[in-house]
C-alpha cells in the first residue's frame, strides 16, 4: 500500500529553518516514508506514551543529528515537527 506524506504547517516552518543542502536530505528521507512509514530499522522509532500512534525518524547529516517527527492515519503519515536531536525532548513532551 502506498502511503502520502503530508507536512503540517509547522513542519513547513521547521524545515525552512535549516540550510539547502540539509533540506534536500531531510525531503528525500521523508519521501522514503511513502513505501513503508512503520518499519522498525534502526532509525525509526515508536514514540510511547501518546495517544495516537507517533514515530520518530533519525536522519544523520553531517555532523549533525536531526528528528522527524510523524504520525500515520489511514494512508497518509504527517509530518509533524523537524527538529535537531537536542530540541527533540522538548517536542516529544509536547506532543
Known amino acids: 500500500m502506498k502511503f502520502i506524506v503530508e507536512f503540517t504547517t509547522r513542519a513547513v516552518k521547521d524545515l525552512k529553518t535549516f540550510d539547502g543542502e ?8 521523508s519521501l522514503n516514508l511513502e513505501n513503508d512509514p512503520y518499519s522498525y530499522k534502526k532509525n525509526i522509532t515508536r514514540i510511547r506514551g501518546i495517544k495516537f ?8 547529516i553531517r555532523n549533525d543529528s536531526i528528528r ?6 489511514k494512508n497518509i503519515v ?3 515537527r523537524i527538529v535537531s ?9 509536547r506532543l
Open 22 to 29: 540539509t533540506q534536500k536530505h531531510i525531503l528525500n528521507e
Open 53 to 60: 500512534p507517533c514515530y520518530r525518524l533519525r536522519i544523520n
Open 68 to 73: 522527524l517527527f510523524y504520525g500515520i492515519e
Open 78 to 80: 504527517f509530518v509533524l
Open 85 to 93: 536531536k537536542k530540541d527533540s525532548e522538548k517536542v516529544i513532551k
